[in-house]
């Protein structure tokens, strides 16, 4: 069985500050990780995703996270924060090659920018 | 781009009523996602189907049944609503087969509120 843990429902930062939103992922194969974004009254849209290859992925917006499986991580971060990151940020994980097709999400972390 | 549309963004129902979500995705996907969404819990999956007539419970499928007669569309129907069924509901839409990422197409959300 799959699980995703969210350390922080919410976070604030002020603008320009480096954001860092925490993500661990427990998984009996290697999995296939993304973050995903939801901004007021919206459906989730992507930010990046990890599948195999280079560890350290790059995304919209600045963002990138980076896979690390020795501590079965996959945290989001972004240099400077700025006020249109104000949103809710979903990490998910599915195992691939599976009957299951669908993700597991974390609980969120609710991002606020202060000015 | 991937489209994944849902019938109503805002729905208020009565207790015992009959209520029918519907999601249409335009990217020929095979595999189609309902999930509901409730704050400090992320996104649980409800139902999903893998294609046309196919179905299998997600881990919160009571209260709730689907029906999928065509690729494109995926209704979620609450039999007899109650009040515990108010929440958010997202719709999700994926490209099935080995070497795809598992990526999730989501839609806008419908907000149901059950009086």
């Not at chain 2, 299998?56 to 029906?67: A, F, L, Q």
């Not at chain 2, 007899?80 to 087969?97: D, F, H, I």
Request: charged letters at 20%; proline letters at 4%; aromatic letters at 12%.
């Amino acid at each position: 069985a799959q699980s995703v843990t969210q350390l922080g429902s919410h976070v604030s930062v002020s603008e320009g500050a480096l954001v860092l939103l925490r993500c661990n992922y427990s998984s009996s194969v290697p999995p296939y990780l993304f973050w995903y974004v939801q901004y007021p009254n919206q459906g989730l849209q992507l930010l990046l995703k990890y599948t195999t290859g280079a560890t350290l992925v790059k995304g919209i917006n600045g963002f990138e996270a980076e896979f690390k499986k020795s501590e079965t991580s996959f945290h989001l971060t972004k240099p400077s924060a700025h006020m249109s990151d104000a949103a809710e940020y979903f990490c998910a994980v599915s195992e691939p090659y599976t009957g299951r097709r669908a993700l597991t999400f974390g609980s969120g972390t609710r991002l606020q920018v202060q000015p | 781009d991937v489209k994944v549309t849902q019938s109503s963004r805002y729905l208020v129902k009565r207790t015992g009523e009959k209520v029918f979500l519907e999601c249409v995705q335009d990217m020929d996907h095979e595999n189609m996602f309902w999930y509901r969404q409730d704050p400090g819990l992320g996104l649980r999956l409800i139902y999903f189907s893998y294609d046309v007539k196919m179905k299998e419970k997600g881990d919160i499928p009571e209260g709730y049944s689907v029906s999928r007669e065509k690729k494109e569309r995926f209704s979620l129907i609450l039999e007899s609503a109650s009040t515990n069924q108010t929440s958010m509901y997202l719709c999700a839409s994926r490209l099935s087969g080995r070497g795809t990422s598992n990526e999730q197409f989501f839609g806008p959300g419908t907000r149901l509120t059950v009086l």
